[in-house]
């Protein structure tokens, strides 16, 4: 029988060595990465062209065989996405948007929904992996809040980079959590806005890819609606310990 897990390994490996390998011909480029980073690696974005790559998203539901894990990779430039790449391996599906073309699964034009009404949406975000009981009260609360307002559903695949492509499709007309890191959302971020959504920090400003916060919703109206009842929080930015004056 074939060992679907092993598969989906194979092509995250693959994609990753893929870009690591680009990584080295284009020896200008900078690499910021989960397991980089975790090796004591820098996470620093410069103005110089950076890859932003998370080889497994959904490590949790990889080791419990939870059917949702995704390959994420972006690319920013003067720190802005210029592209980004999900490939959510279990499904076969594969993502892809470049700054001013499009946004794509498996070839096909992706557009976020129209919904403009919060009562209408089904909103998708995390439960996060921090167990601090303060940080876990405010993600109940807010889920709490987001619930009641009330709207159709909140769901949530265990993959950040899977949500936003999902609000990227058009089957959720919002995604947010607190916690976070860049490799997390750098290319599903280019994803969603080439599909005509909208990002922004929690508490409504601009996104800001280090701070480990994140909406990304269809329109500004939902974004705006859900920023209400966010009890935002502060993690510790990915940067804090590698911050530059560039
Ligand atoms: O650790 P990882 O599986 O690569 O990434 C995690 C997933 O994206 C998860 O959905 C999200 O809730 C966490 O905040 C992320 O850290
Ligand atoms: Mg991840």
């Not at 029988?1 to 900078?30: E, I, P, Y």
């Not at 999900?86 to 599906?93: G, L, N």
Request: one cysteine or more.
């Amino acid at each position: 029988m074939t060992d679907l897990w092993q598969n989906a390994m194979d092509h995250a490996v693959a994609l990753a060595r893929k870009a690591g390998s680009v990584s080295v011909c284009l020896s200008f480029c900078l690499f910021i990465g989960e397991e980089s980073v975790a090796a004591g690696e820098p996470c620093v974005l410069t103005d110089n062209p950076t890859w932003i790559v998370d080889p497994v998203d959904g490590t949790t539901n990889f080791v419990h065989g939870y059917p949702f894990v995704a390959v994420s990779i972006g690319f920013a430039v003067n720190r802005k996405l210029e592209f980004g790449v999900v490939y959510s391996c279990i499904e076969d599906k594969m993502y892809t948007a470049r700054k001013g073309q499009g946004a794509f699964c498996n070839g096909q034009l992706l557009n976020v929904s129209d919904q403009k009404e919060i009562s209408q949406s089904i909103i998708a975000t995390e439960f996060g992996s921090n167990r601090d009981t303060e940080v876990v009260d405010k993600i109940f609360s807010s889920m709490r809040k987001i619930l009641c307002l009330p709207i159709h559903g909140i769901r949530g695949v265990g993959t950040a980079a899977t949500n936003m492509c999902l609000v990227a499709s058009g089957c959720v007309e919002a995604y947010y959590e607190i916690g976070i890191h860049c490799w997390d959302i750098a290319a599903g971020a280019i994803i969603v806005t080439e599909a005509g959504g909208v990002l922004m920090d929690v508490d409504g400003g601009p996104l800001d890819l280090m701070s480990r916060r994140v909406v990304a919703a269809n329109n500004k109206i939902i974004a705006e609606r859900i920023v209400k009842e966010i009890d935002a929080f502060t993690p510790l930015r990915d940067d804090a310990s590698t911050e530059t004056e560039d």
